[in-house]
T-cell receptor, first 113, second 118 residues
């Protein structure tokens, strides 16, 4: 089955700087890659996703890149703000209707003022 | 965007009792719902997949007789933790997906239910 690895487990950046979180997946059949932000005591919130027919997607300060050949995908947050502090999870899912979302281990992002 | 709700948001119960958690899709019909469990500082682990009108599919290592799932309608799935024990204390999160739009449809997560078993 699918296995998703995520790095780093913790990340601290200065406010205004960029943050990058990287993930790898094992199943070449996976073709949907969402990213979730989870604040303390809350459920995950979808912040951006990318499908395998594109290599990059951007939404304001957030961008995601996908390298299908290497089975890597990354989340980039630019101009970080205090409210970006949270745990971020990458995930992967295959195409079929029975496919399940498999989560990475999470990255705790802290923004230093 | 689509909204998924859970009730209750937190529950405390005595060891040996059963607890029911509800998951509702508020503005779409969820043909498939998923139940996850999350321990502190860990990732979300899928427990089971719930399809409307049929039996749930459980992940390896998840006891189906302990975690009863019912998906009786297109907007409601319930998870019942039977004979709860302290080790069942966790954050339970449901997720819903509308396959009417095809298998690529986005999956939305509920706010979670924190269960504490004393």
């Amino acid at each position: 089955g699918e296995n998703v690895e995520q790095h780093p487990s913790t990340l601290s950046v200065q406010e205004g700087d960029s943050a990058v979180i990287k993930c790898t997946y094992s199943d070449s059949a996976s073709n949907y890659f969402p990213w979730y932000k989870q604040e303390l005591g809350k459920g995950p919130q979808l912040i951006i996703d990318i499908r395998s027919n594109v290599g990059e997607k951007k939404d304001q300060r957030i961008a995601v890149t996908l390298n299908k050949t290497a089975k890597h995908f990354s989340l980039h947050i630019t101009e970080t703000q205090p409210e970006d502090s949270a745990v971020y999870f990458c995930a992967a899912r295959g195409y079929s209707s029975a496919s399940k979302i498999i989560f990475g281990s999470g990255t705790r992002l802290s923004i230093r003022p | 965007g689509a909204v998924v709700s859970q009730h209750p948001s937190r529950v405390i119960c005595k060891s040996g009792t059963s607890v029911k958690i509800e998951c509702r899709s508020l503005d779409f019909q969820a043909t498939t719902m998923f139940w996850y469990r999350q321990f502190p500082k860990q990732s979300l682990m899928l427990m089971a997949t719930s399809n409307e009108g049929s039996k749930a599919t459980y992940e390896q290592g998840v006891e189906k007789d302990k975690f009863l799932i019912n998906h009786a309608s297109l907007t409601l799935s319930t998870l019942t933790v039977t004979s709860a024990h302290p080790e069942d204390s966790s954050f339970y999160i449901c997720s819903a997906r509308d396959l009417a739009g095809g298998p690529q449809e986005t999956q939305y997560f509920g706010p979670g239910t924190r269960l504490l078993v004393l």
